[in-house]
């Protein structure tokens, strides 16, 4: 009897140490998923906030572009309804004998970082990930393909403007370089050549490659809002 009490005394203190370590074992793994949670939504914090930075940059460039090409159009449409130069300055003048393009990219940096870290399995993340993917896959492309076929235009009216023999082009600063071209001769050629067939179509031909990028960079300035907007509620 006494034999069998010991034996039961063990066997229940036995009963007793293995429940300790499966509680001990259960603990421990609660404590690790805790710490990897909130890990997780510390690491998940980090990759939103900076999202955030880099979409606000979007649309405050983007934006300040758009006022641009908008004040650039109605110069142009300024211009071309225009036949008679006298009283309009050489500036004005100059202004409209010229060219340019403005490749305006997004800032993708915070993006990147994250394919790089694979975090997509982030619960955090699982809702936002086709939302994010599309900005910066489809309308990434979408605003590059512009840029370039913007690119391409712009070479031939640079090569309209500049590369002729009937006006000295103005470098900028002024008075950087001197005009060996008289004043009055430069400025009855500018004026004939943009008021030449060959240079209102290339004026419309500008015009209706800025207004092209106006939409893209519209359209551009919108999504990026709108993510920012969803990100902000992710938070």
Do not use: C
Not at 3 to 9: A, L
Not at 84 to 96: A, K, M, Y
Not at 199 to 217: C, D, P, V
Request: negative net charge.
């Amino acid at each position: 009897m006494i034999f069998q009490s010991r034996m039961g005394h063990y066997a229940l203190y036995a009963f007793g140490e293995i429940v300790l370590v499966v509680v001990g074992i259960l603990i421990a793994l609660n404590v690790n998923n805790w710490n990897d949670m909130n890990k997780n939504v510390k690491l998940s914090n980090e990759y939103l906030n900076d999202l955030k930075t880099d979409l606000k940059i979007d649309t405050t460039i983007f934006g300040a572009e758009i006022r641009a090409i908008k004040n650039y159009t109605s110069y142009l449409e300024w211009g071309l309804s225009l036949n008679d130069f006298t009283d309009v300055s050489i500036e004005e003048i100059e202004g409209l004998a010229a060219t340019s393009y403005h490749n305006v990219e997004m800032n993708s940096g915070t993006y990147v970082r994250m394919q790089l870290a694979d975090i997509w399995d982030l619960e955090e993340f699982k809702s936002l990930f086709g939302e994010i993917s599309t900005y910066y896959t489809f309308y990434k492309t979408y605003l590059d393909n512009y840029n370039d076929w913007e690119q391409n235009l712009y070479y031939a009216s640079f090569d309209f403007w500049y590369n002729q023999n009937e006006f000295e082009i103005q470098f900028q600063p002024k008075d950087s370089i001197p005009l060996f071209q008289k004043d009055d001769l430069r400025r009855e050629r500018i004026v004939n050549r943009i008021s030449s067939v060959e240079g209102r179509n290339m004026l419309k031909t500008i015009l209706m490659r800025e207004q092209a990028m106006l939409s893209t960079y519209e359209i551009i300035y919108k999504e990026a809002a709108r993510l920012l907007k969803i990100v902000d509620q992710q938070q």
